[in-house]
């Protein structure tokens, strides 16, 4: 199983200093942020994409290129990339340069967006979201998987003998993720071509998680993949950590309250008690995520925590990932415990160039 943070590139006022950092700072201290969640053993670091004020990340390549040149062993993600308003062909080129460049180190979550303005400024309709990333989504597994491709839909120019360059490292596409926190249609997605489904859950009751999550596990095994309980699923929380859980709560009060996310809505109390906004001890915060795997996701594989945003300093926002340093060998060991031999483990490049090595060649031995 695979831990790590991810973000979402906010620009936010401090409400206890009063300060507001500049853009400079916000993307300086991400890259501070992976650096950091590697030396303490975390598995992936992950950014969103995002084209709109306040938030810094509208080149996640960029920024994720940047950071594979100053590690050597986390894995680098998105949270998300925009499958609807990018274009397939330019996906296809970007992500399979960075992956060349991180040898291998990267996957991708791909999702809608629900930031209205966002669509028309790409040219797009919100309204076509999920025919969008239906569409777009077909095309770039096909620019991932053929040489030379003919395509025609509805929402981008044809294709004509196009070959997207570079071509994926070792022959072998960066896993997907679909990410979703509400549509059966992303869950029916993954299932239907043997993807990673991801739930940002961090505004969800765990019975919602569940729902969704079982969807995805039921089509995953109905479209011939493999069984239910070897699909792969990732899923999100909301961390803030002290030494005594007062203390955590005290101090995560005000940033939570002067959110524009949170803020004005259900209390800190009622939020923790209902989805995954973890804030307490060390120990709280490892028995909840344990709790995830029998109420709402079985044996899953990536469990990906925000530490940073909506003010956090930048001081609490390290000191959060050092925790994790300690907190995550303990899930890593508890989640092993009563894993099946058959449930995947989180994949990487390397077990996806094995598994490719291992699959039938098409036209022999009973192949699909």
């Not at 002067?258 to 804030?279: F, H, I, K, R």
């Not at 915060?285 to 945003?309: P, S, W």
Request: proline share 8%; aromatic share 8%; glycine share 8%.
């Amino acid at each position: 199983m695979h831990f790590g943070i991810f973000g979402v590139g906010d620009v936010a006022r401090d409400p206890l200093s009063g300060r507001t950092p500049t853009e400079h700072e916000r993307i300086k201290a991400l890259v501070e942020y992976a650096s950091l969640a590697e030396d303490v053993g975390l598995d992936v670091f992950a950014l969103g994409e995002h084209h709109n004020p306040p938030f810094v990340p509208s080149s996640p390549t960029t920024l994720l290129g940047h950071i594979a040149a100053r590690t050597r062993r986390i894995l680098l993600s998105t949270s998300t990339t925009l499958i609807t308003t990018n274009d397939p062909v330019k996906i296809a080129e970007d992500y399979a340069t960075l992956q060349h460049l991180a040898d291998g180190r990267v996957d991708l979550m791909l999702g809608r967006g629900n930031t209205g303005p966002v669509y028309p400024w790409f040219g797009q309709d919100i309204r076509d979201g999920l025919a969008l990333a239906v569409e777009n989504y077909a095309l770039l597994r096909r620019l991932w998987r053929e040489d030379v491709v003919d395509w025609e839909g509805k929402f981008r120019t044809p294709l004509q003998g196009f070959t997207s360059t570079p071509r994926p490292l070792d022959g072998v596409p960066p896993f997907v993720w679909h990410a979703s926190i509400r549509s059966p249609e992303i869950a029916e997605q993954a299932a239907y071509y043997g993807d990673g489904f991801f739930h940002n859950n961090l505004f969800w009751p765990k019975e919602h998680v569940k729902r969704l999550v079982d969807l995805y596990r039921r089509r995953f095994e109905h479209y011939g993949h493999g069984p239910a309980d070897q699909a792969v699923v990732g899923l999100a929380a909301q961390m803030f950590v002290r030494k005594n859980s007062q203390d955590a709560v005290r101090e995560f009060r005000p940033y939570f309250d002067n959110s524009p996310v949170y803020g004005g809505g259900p209390s800190l109390e009622d939020t923790m008690a209902q989805t995954a906004m973890l804030v307490g001890s060390p120990q709280q915060v490892i028995e909840q995520v344990l709790t995830y795997r029998e109420q709402a996701a079985g044996h899953y594989q990536r469990q990906l925590f925000n530490v940073d945003g909506i003010g956090v300093p930048h001081r609490a926002v390290l000191e959060q990932i050092e925790a994790l340093g300690t907190i995550v060998p303990v899930l890593r060991a508890e989640s092993a415990e009563g894993r099946p031999a058959h449930v995947p483990d989180a994949p990487t490049h390397a077990s996806r160039i094995a598994a490719a090595k291992a699959a039938p060649v098409p036209g022999e031995g009973g192949a699909r």
